[in-house]
């Protein structure tokens, strides 16, 4: 059981930045992918970003490409999601995923394991 706390949102105003982090309980992740998705009112949940731990392979939504970054560090098993010009169409619940496997997926139902979520809200 993977155990997954994001930190790091809040209230930004349009063009701002915010650097969310998700910290897991795995002591090695390298046959994990992480992910991050985001969750707005009435809406489904979507892809974001993810990143292979093994290699540090990513993939973006075209929404948030040039604009938000996914990086990793080992030593402290984090994930992060740094986001840039950020919009009031980013405003949403974000939520970091696990997934035991190689594959950068996009879709909710790939993931294992999830985190509790952090509100990110983007004013204009």
């Known amino acids: 059981q993977v155990q997954l706390v994001e930190s790091g949102g809040g209230l930004v105003q349009a063009g701002g930045s915010l650097r969310l982090s998700c910290a897991a309980s795995?002591?090695?992740?390298?046959?994990?992918?992480m992910g991050w998705f985001r969750q707005a009112p009435g809406k489904e949940r979507e892809f974001v970003a993810a990143?292979?731990?093994?290699?540090?392979?990513?993939k973006y939504a075209d929404s948030v490409e040039d604009r938000f970054t996914i990086s990793r560090d080992n030593a402290k098993n984090t994930l992060y999601l740094q986001m840039n010009s950020l919009k009031p169409e980013d405003t949403a619940v974000y939520y970091c995923?696990?997934?035991?496997?190689?594959?950068?997926?996009?879709?909710?139902?790939?993931?294992?394991?999830w985190g509790q979520g952090t509100q990110v809200t983007v004013s204009s």
């Open positions: 995923g696990a997934a035991r496997s190689f594959v950068l997926g996009v879709r909710p139902t790939e993931y294992d394991y």
């Open positions: 795995e002591r090695s992740l390298s046959s994990y992918v």
């Open positions: 990143a292979r731990w093994r290699d540090g392979s990513t």
